[in-house]
């Protein structure tokens, strides 16, 4: 079946780094636009970044985390990452990571992120 595993998330302080990985199984990753959503307590679930199908030539990021995140995949291992750098409070949410298909798409359970000193 479909899965989408994020691992990485945890405790960091402002200005550190966190590195996000999500695992896919169960359907043809290479095929499928990879995105990187995210929630913080009591908000809508919001556009993080985005990598397009195959060779990840394309990159897309919300204006809020530009130049600091960087997504990134690995056809071969069927793996999406986002690399999160200067991480400030507000980057504080439930990350989760997301397939989009012609006809399907699918989520992640998510991996949470708290960015506190």
């Known amino acids: 079946q479909v899965q989408l595993v994020e691992s990485g998330g945890g405790l960091v302080q402002p200005g550190g780094s966190l590195r996000l990985s999500c695992a896919a199984s169960?359907?043809?990753?290479?095929?499928?636009?990879m995105r990187w959503y995210r929630q913080a307590a009591g908000k809508e679930r919001e556009f993080v970044a985005r990598i397009n199908t195959s060779t990840g030539s394309s990159t897309n990021y919300a204006d809020s985390v530009k130049g600091r995140f960087t997504i990134s995949r690995d056809n071969a291992k069927n793996t999406v990452t986002l690399q999160m750098n200067g991480l400030k409070p507000e980057d504080t949410a439930v990350y989760y990571c997301?397939?989009?298909?012609?006809?399907?798409?699918?989520w992640g359970q998510g991996t949470q992120v708290t960015v506190s000193s």
């Open positions: 997301n397939a989009l298909g012609l006809r399907r798409n699918y």
């Open positions: 169960g359907f043809t990753f290479s095929s499928y636009v």
